[in-house]
T-cell receptor, first 116, second 108 residues
Framework: EAGVVQSPRYKIIEKKQPVAFWCNPISGHNTLYWYRQNLGQGPELLIR????????DSQLPKDRFSAERLKGVDSTLKIQPAELGDSAVYLC??????????????FGPGTRLLVL | QKEVEQDPGPLSVPEGAIVSLNCTYS??????FMWYRQYSRKGPELLMYTYSSGNKEDGRFTAQVDKSSKYISLFIRDSQPSDSATYLCAMKRYKLIFGAGTRLAVHP
């Protein structure tokens, strides 16, 4: 079974430029998460989707970050404009809430963003 | 004060050693306690989770939760070089809150 797929794996941009990350969750998983992991820190939740609905976006900096999950499957996270402090690894995870294994979140490999 | 505190290490041990990794937390509302392993340039992978105080064993790994002390531990027996990774504790009520991770190096 394929895991969570993310692209691109690496991205280098100049500050004030836009950037977008894409995530394809595990097939059948209804819940999708975007996390940001700064160097030497644990992941921090940015947004959680249940199907197409964003049920927790309290930590998403809405002035520059946006996300969407069309048709309740793939998701895109966008930053516009990027700032130096946005340099981090952006992780996508998915889970099947309501299933036997609902507490297990499966993480993708992440997109490593460097803003110059 | 962070909700979850974890010593970042690094921790370096010889192969075969018993490793003890620990976290403390401040929010007594946490219900689930988890340990994730993260290899370099990979996403975190769930190792174990537990709901209650006490011990849970899975092969060479034992997770221990003491809710009265707000303290959780992960023990690795007979550590192997392949165990070299960053270990993240995480706790959940409505969402996962991660510790900063402890870097572990097991040398042959």
């Amino acid at each position: 079974e394929a895991g969570v797929v993310q692209s691109p794996r690496y991205k280098i941009i100049e500050k004030k430029q836009p950037v977008a990350f894409w995530c394809n969750p595990i097939s059948g998983h209804n819940t999708l998460y975007w996390y940001r992991q700064n160097l030497g820190q644990g992941p921090e939740l940015l947004i959680r989707y249940e199907n197409e609905e964003a049920v927790d976006d309290s930590q998403l900096p809405k002035d520059r970050f946006s996300a969407e999950r069309l048709k309740g499957v793939d998701s895109t996270l966008k930053i516009q404009p990027a700032e130096l402090g946005d340099s981090a690894v952006y992780l996508c995870a998915s889970s099947l809430v309501g299933g036997l294994d609902q507490e297990t979140q499966y993480f993708g490999p992440g997109t490593r963003l460097l803003v110059l | 004060q962070k909700e979850v505190e974890q010593d970042p290490g690094p921790l370096s041990v010889p192969e075969g050693a018993i490793v003890s990794l620990n976290c403390t937390y401040s929010n007594s509302a946490f219900q689930y306690f988890m340990w994730y392993r993260q290899y370099s340039r990979k996403g975190p992978e769930l190792l174990m989770y537990t709901y209650s105080s006490g011990n849970k064993e899975d092969g060479r790994f034992t997770a221990q939760v003491d809710k009265s002390s707000k303290y959780i531990s992960l023990f690795i027996r007979d550590s192997q070089p392949s165990d070299s990774a960053t270990y993240l504790c995480a706790m959940k009520r409505y969402k996962l809150i991660f510790g900063a991770g402890t870097r572990l190096a097991v040398h042959p």
